[in-house]
C-alpha cells in the first residue's frame, strides 16, 4: 500500500496543487517539518523542490535548477497560464458581482451552479459577459444556451484544478487553494511587469455594459 509520503510525490511531479480543499491528509502531512523534510529530499533527487504560495495554503512542485530543457518547459507553462489569464480573471469578476460579493474567491468557498445562473439569467449584461467568457479558447464552447455555456465553463475549471465537485449530485462547486496561487500571480505580474490585468479586465466588464 502506498504510503502518505508517496502520494504526496506522485501528485507533485504531475503537476497538482495540494491544499486543504483538494486532500486534506496530504496538506497536513506537508504542514509537518518532518513530512516536509522527507518530500523535499526526494524531490532534490529529480531536480524539484517544494513550493508553496498563498501563505503556505497550497503547495507545489517547482525546478530546483533551471537548465535549458527545463527553460523550454517553463516557457511552454508560461505561455499557457498567460493565455488562460484573461479568461480566468474575467470570470473571477463575474463570479464576484453576480454575488455581490466584496471578498475574493478564496480556498474553500462555495459556488452554487443554481444560484449563480439565475443572477446571470436575470442581468443581460452578465449573460452577455458569460456568453463573451465561455468563447475564449481555454473554454471553448460554442452553446448559444446560458446553462450550457455555465456548465461548460464550471467543468473546465474542475478539470484545471480551480474547483472541485465533492458531491457529484449537487451542483456545488468548492474553490481550491490553486484560486489563491494564482492570484499571487497577478499580484507578481502587476507588480514587476505593471499589466494591471485585473483592471484590464474590469475594463472590459465595464465596456460590455454599455453595449
Not at 53 to 68: D, K, L, M, W
Amino acid at each position: 500500500m502506498i504510503s502518505q509520503k508517496g502520494i504526496v510525490l506522485e501528485k507533485l511531479l504531475s503537476g497538482h496543487f495540494i491544499c486543504e480543499t483538494t486532500d486534506e491528509d496530504s496538506y497536513r502531512f506537508l504542514k509537518t517539518s518532518a513530512g516536509r523534510m522527507e518530500v523535499e529530499a526526494h524531490l532534490a533527487v529529480l531536480n524539484r523542490q517544494l513550493t508553496h504560495a498563498a501563505e503556505e495554503q497550497v503547495f507545489f512542485a517547482s525546478y530546483q535548477t533551471i537548465g535549458e530543457t527545463e527553460r523550454v518547459k517553463l516557457g511552454k507553462q508560461f505561455e499557457d497560464v498567460s493565455n488562460h489569464l484573461l479568461p480566468l480573471i474575467e470570470w473571477l469578476l463575474l463570479v464576484q458581482e453576480s454575488l455581490n460579493n466584496d471578498l475574493s474567491l478564496s480556498q474553500g468557498m462555495n459556488l452554487r451552479l443554481n444560484e449563480l445562473q439565475t443572477v446571470i439569467e436575470d442581468t443581460p449584461a452578465y449573460a452577455e459577459q458569460l456568453n463573451k467568457i465561455s468563447r475564449y479558447a481555454l473554454f471553448g464552447s460554442k452553446a448559444a444556451e446560458l446553462d450550457a455555456q455555465l456548465k461548460l465553463v464550471f467543468k473546465r475549471l474542475v478539470e484545471l484544478g480551480y474547483l472541485i465537485k465533492p458531491n457529484q449530485d449537487k451542483q456545488i462547486y468548492t474553490v481550491t487553494g490553486k484560486i489563491d496561487y494564482l492570484f499571487d500571480v497577478l499580484k507578481f505580474i502587476d507588480e514587476t511587469e505593471q499589466l494591471s490585468l485585473a483592471k484590464k479586465a474590469e475594463d472590459a466588464m465595464s465596456q460590455s455594459d454599455l453595449i
